[in-house]
């Protein structure tokens, strides 16, 4: 029954070394968002997809990058991932138009760097 | 920017107490929603207060919004075990599909 999927819930790279985390959804949801959360934080918006449409937000460093090829999936890349990019990727969506505006969690993807 | 400051960071009560949780925020809201985190694992929805709504109930939770203040309460009656957990506000701004959380409470009920 599991709505959003993150894979992989925990991954671990090196210093340096490109990662993707991937987001799959079965609501057919047309927004999609991306987290970063430390240890103790409030989950930081790094951007969003409205249909299509990618929104970035203006804090958001050039390494992370983001792709939605189809309503179901969206991956987050991080491209030369530093030791302050250790974090748990939340991976969201919701369906704007509709009567809540609630957000759909993943489980996470925790990122570790060595 | 964060939008939501909470207040206590952290809060730890014995089961069957009332916890009451407090979120403040800065610029005009659409809504407010307030959501559980477990440790290690995803945000949960709770709840949701529109800006035109003054309280709102569901099971245990009742929620409040004071907009001349930008503030908002978080009430979880008869506490379980269960309920510990990180509980976080976050806001939607009119005009865009933005959701901003606040710093978050610690709750922790002891058994």
């Known amino acids: 029954d599991a709505m959003v999927i993150q894979n992989p819930r925990y991954q671990v790279t090196q210093f340096g070394k490109p990662v993707t985390l991937s987001c799959s959804q079965t609501l057919n949801h047309n927004v999609m968002y991306w987290y970063q959360q430390k240890s103790s934080q409030a989950p930081k918006l790094l951007f969003h997809?409205?249909?299509?449409?990618?929104?970035n937000e203006a804090d958001t460093p050039d390494n992370f990058q983001s792709r939605r090829p189809n309503t179901s999936f969206c991956f987050l890349d991080i491209r030369s991932p530093g030791l302050g990019d250790a974090a748990m990727y939340l991976c969201?969506?919701?369906?704007?138009?509709?009567?809540?505006?609630?957000?759909?969690f993943g489980e996470g993807s925790r990122l570790t760097v060595l | 920017s964060q939008q939501g400051e909470e207040d206590p960071q952290a809060l730890s009560i014995q089961e069957g107490e009332n916890a009451t949780m407090n979120c403040s925020y800065k610029?005009?809201?659409?809504?407010l929603q307030w959501y559980r985190q477990n440790s290690g694992r995803g945000l949960v929805h709770l709840i949701l207060?529109?800006?035109?709504?003054r309280e709102k109930h569901s099971g245990r939770l009742r929620v409040t919004l004071d907009t001349s203040k930008k503030s908002s309460s978080l009430l979880i009656t008869a506490s379980r075990a269960a309920d510990t957990a990180s509980y976080f506000c976050a806001t939607s701004n009119f005009g865009n599909e933005k959701l901003t959380f606040g710093t978050g409470t610690r709750l922790t009920i002891i058994p």
């Open positions: 969201a969506t919701s369906r704007v138009g509709g009567n809540t505006g609630e957000l759909f």
């Open positions: 207060i529109r800006s035109n709504e």
């Open positions: 997809y409205y249909d299509k449409d990618f929104n």
């Open positions: 610029t005009s809201i659409n809504n």
